[in-house]
């Protein structure tokens, strides 16, 4: 059976730059633009055009560079902010404008002092100007997490019918559970006139650790398209994160979805988002952190040692990670030290092995790892002599 493709926007140069401290210059932006087009992401938000004149001109020389991807600019319901946007989008070869509006009760009595008629009224002029820039039109119900599933199918409908090809459906705040957010995507494919028109879009954040979860119910339940960010970063807790829903469509072949991400090259990717924007992964982040593929207890290193699928589910190679690390601790056992000893050029016996580890307990215990170059220490202690075999 074929799979249905799940589009990847990615918004690491957009929400994922609004992390306080995480500005990145044009400069840097292009060089990431460029490994996203490669990476396979199929559209690129680029920027905020109309917020400050730095924005601007990284969405007009990204727009220049993508050869891919779409490249998207994103607005509010405001004429002036479609305007820029299109101005900075001229170059792309796939523009697209993402514009959009604040719709549950919250925002629409507390943000915009308004009502939910002129809400509406104000989402269709913005879909219907920006269309006359561009045909691509993505529409963004903000706090569609927390918005009446009957009103949000109201606003929906309205913006296919003046012109939205996609529709995001952001849990703005991280609020939603995942049923209750795959239930949203559910009642809209049910109760929107014209959805067939358009595609029904994820953004979630991870303010309660559910970004994930949330995206990957979204697509089961007819969402065709995920926004994300590599690392997961972004605003509070951060945004979905690109590697992990990938990973996890690419893990589960029976939800028959799968991406164009070239998962080989996502360690790289995190790795240079990582540097330039001076976020540390964290180490146990999931199919990127350093601890990913790390195996520390005696237990778990025995069983990767014997076959690797043992603890783990993704071969380290294909998300561009060399191989499994078997890390030396006080937790470790025969086993792990025998495999390390022997990278390092000693194929131990088995009573040579229980005499170094003795040795090497003793060790572990003064330190949090063994390094490669404590192996050889550990031996030259060991009462037992053992000949180097490289």
Known sequence: MSKDKVDIFDTTLRDGEQVPGCKLDTKQKLVIAERLDTLGVDIIEAGFPISSPGDFKSVDEIAKIVKNATVCGLTRSVKKDIEVAAEALKHAKRPRIHTGIGTSDSHIQFKFNSTREKILERAVEAVKYAKTFVEDIEFYAEDAGRTDNEYLARVCEAVIKAGATVLNIPDTTGYCLPHEYGAKMKYLRENVKGIEKATLSCHCHNDLGLATANSIEGVING?????????????????????EVVMVLRQHPHLNLDTNINSKLLYDTSQMVSQKMGMIVQPNKAIVGSNAFAHSSGI????VIKKRETYEIIDPEDVGVNESSIVLTA?????????????????????????????????ADRKKEVLDSDIHEIIASSPVNVESIV
Request: hydrophobic letters at 30%; aromatic letters at 8%.
């Open 300 to 303: 778990h290193q025995d069983g």
């Open 223 to 243: 969402a065709r398209q995920i926004e994300c960010t590599i690392n997961g970063i972004g605003e509070r807790a951060g945004n979905t994160s690109l590697e």
């Open 331 to 363: 937790r470790s056992g025969r086993a792990a030290l025998a495999y390390r000893a022997k990278k390092v050029g000693y194929e131990l016996t088995k009573v040579q092995l229980d005499s170094v580890y003795e040795e090497f307990l003793k060790y």
